[in-house]
């Protein structure tokens, strides 16, 4: 069906929310990447395997289906049964049925797969319904609003949850100048990481006097331990082309890329088979809904270049030449892709552009600050309990996402420190954790929102070691057009490794100072300018760690192996787990005698200690 009006639509959603709504039950099942590499897609296979064969009245094959991240990804393989909201966590293939005789069938509830809740007295508590999973009750979901919810590969899915209602109303009602004045009312600031004002930057590219204008969507998302885009590109893809057609309208284009990662094959599937479909409905291509507007979109493949991530690098790499980065000076929206005037924003900005045009600019504003308008989407990873996807308004606390939503450091260990904003991010200490999460007071910090990853470490991090990971990861991805990042970042990865392995001095740390503040000022994008912040942040609140990697010739956290050993103590029960653990056949002993650790064998893996459960193992 081609939708060639605003009637056609409303008529077309109706048939589809009745059909939904005839649904008495719904089994989603989580294909997010998470829950996929445990196997949900074999669990789909085997749900609609078992109830083609059975006859369940509340219970249709069409309402057993994939969705994308749910986001509790520690929790998975995820089913849920709606509209009970029954959350089942850890599911297997052999689970299945179980699942449709007792609950699909019975009404009743499977409880070893429900969520378990720690209790004060160290007692567990089950929780049927995910809205009340602390988990989930503290987030406020606007751009993840239908990952999790809706088969991205359904069209009639995204259409009945509202889908493209924005579009009809921006095309019906709204003149170009009101879109971007609303955009620009709401106060939403890119979500990929450097904050400008959406609709300024919407402003300007409209007034600039061209006869071809690009819209892009920047979903490179290469920060490690981030995966909010990827999982609205693969859970939610027309919310995003929703809001690239309804800047389309505003700024005057009819061309546009969405620039997806080489490592993300499921978001181009889901983003290619969304384009198809939209496509064939009316809402891309010549004359969209019947209107005068005309804009279609075609996916660049991105070939694993972090640097790509920065606009002119990534409209670079779109034209088919190599991804590097022009001087600020050049700004897109005047000349961009082509040299023409080009709008770039990421997935998660997109993706709430839909939203503010339906619920208002004054209602997106009162959410969060204000100066960081709205919500933000961050993928918390590391050592925390509950990692995953979460959505929150900002000016929330660092706190609260870790300890409320994440449930604390694994293990109960003393959270130590958490890094946000990438490779180029900071690492912000505990007595930082009451920070609100905005813009402003995370770069005033030392750190940076960048595209939204959060990663928790805990006492057993050094924070030397991680500034020595991140700053290797950016002399791998700096394109080395420019000498203070080529050169500069890899000569500061090298004080960092000497100083892990207990060889530098002070003069050293001076010179790494010295050196991070010409990278800074001299480089010529983003990369280099923000790539020292690993070293600077951890030197600025741990600078004490330095020290005694220099001075002491010790790692506190127990990490640098050239500065640390492994010993065997009283506690040790003889359970042999830490022989059988050993990768070089370092221990030896009897059981339930004590053991001992060859020193010239051991390499300092740290296998011992992770698996020995009686505190029987020490570094020193």
């Known amino acids: 069906m081609r939708i060639d009006s605003i009637d056609k639509l409303a008529a077309w959603r109706d048939e589809c929310r009745k059909r939904l709504d005839s649904q008495k039950k719904k089994v989603l099942v989580c294909l997010g990447p998470g829950c996929l590499a445990g196997g949900s897609d074999k669990i789909l296979e085997e749900f609609h395997e078992i109830l083609s064969k059975k006859k369940i009245t509340d219970v249709t094959l069409e309402a057993v289906k994939k969705t994308g991240c749910h986001g509790f990804c520690a929790q998975g393989p995820l089913v849920i049964i709606e509209p009970e909201g029954i959350f089942y966590t850890k599911v297997k293939k052999a689970h299945v049925k179980e699942i449709i ?42 751009s993840l609003r239908n990952v999790g919810q809706i088969d991205p590969d359904r069209i009639t899915d995204y259409i009945a949850a509202g ?48 006869d071809i204008r690009y819209v892009l969507c920047n979903g490179d998302e290469g920060d490690p331990g981030a995966f909010m885009d990827r999982c609205i590109m693969e859970g939610d893809p027309h919310s995003i082309l929703e809001g690239m057609i309804i800047c389309a309208y505003a700024v005057g284009s009819r061309e546009g890329y969405i620039y997806v990662r080489e490592e993300y094959p499921l978001a181009v599937i889901n983003l290619q088979n969304a384009i198809d479909s939209a496509r064939e409905h009316g809402f891309l291509g010549e004359n969209i809904m019947g209107t005068d507007l005309c804009y279609d979109i075609k996916i660049a493949r991105g070939g694993g270049a972090f640097v790509c991530g920065e606009s002119s690098a990534l409209m670079k790499s779109v034209a088919g030449e190599v991804g590097e980065p022009r001087a600020k000076y050049v700004r897109s929206v005047v000349k961009g892709l082509h040299d023409k005037p080009t709008v770039l ?29 709205g919500t933000k989407a961050f993928s918390l990873a590391g050592k925390v309990k509950n990692t995953g996807l979460v959505e929150v308004p900002m000016g929330v606390t660092l706190r609260k996402i870790i300890f409320d939503i994440g449930g604390g450091a694994l293990k109960d260990r003393k959270f130590k420190a958490v890094q946000t904003g990438g490779p180029s991010g900071g690492c912000l200490p505990e007595d930082k954790l009451d920070l609100p999460v905005d813009f402003d007071t995370l770069t005033k910090a030392g750190s940076m929102m960048g595209s939204g990853g959060m990663i928790v470490m805990d006492d057993r991090t050094c924070m030397v070691a991680v500034a020595r990971y991140f700053l290797g990861v950016l002399v791998k991805e700096s394109c080395g057009k420019c000498v203070p990042c080529r050169e500069g970042l890899y000569q500061l990865h090298k004080l960092c490794t000497k100083i892990t392995k207990g060889k530098a001095t002070e003069d050293d740390l001076n010179l790494m100072e010295n050196l991070s503040r010409v990278i800074s000022v001299a480089s010529l994008c983003g990369l280099g300018q923000s790539g020292p912040n690993p070293f600077v942040s951890t030197l600025r609140y741990f600078r004490d760690e330095y020290m005694a990697h220099i001075r002491d010739k010790k790692c506190p956290a127990g990490v640098c192996r050239e500065l ?57």
Not at 345 to 373: H, L
Not at 580 to 602: F, M, R, S, W, Y
Request: with cysteine.
């Open 564 to 620: 640390i050993t492994f010993n065997i103590n009283d506690q040790c029960t003889g359970c042999l787990a830490c022989i059988a653990a050993c990768p070089v056949e370092a221990i030896t002993g009897e059981k339930k005698k004590l053991h001992v650790i060859n020193q010239d064998l051991c390499t300092k893996c740290g296998s011992c200690y992770e698996v020995c459960n009686f505190d029987a193992v020490d570094i020193k």
């Open 163 to 210: 889908g493209y209602s924005a579009l009809a109303k921006t095309l019906s009602s709204m003149t170009p100048q009101e879109v971007i004045d609303q955009i620009t009312k709401s106060g939403l600031r890119g979500r990929g990481g450097g904050g400008f004002p959406t609709g300024r930057k919407w402003a300007t590219c409209a007034k600039i006097e061209s």
């Open 345 to 373: 924003n990421n997935v998660e900005t997109f993706a709430t552009i839909p939203v503010i045009i339906n619920e208002g600019a004054d209602w997106f504003a009162s959410i969060g600050t204000e100066k960081s308008t």
């Open 101 to 142: 005789e007792t609950t699909l069938e019975k009404g009743e509830l499977v409880e070893k797969l429900l969520y378990k809740e720690r209790n004060g007295d160290g007692t567990d508590h089950a929780i049927v319904d995910y809205h009340d999973i602390p988990f989930y009750k503290y987030q406020k979901r606007i």
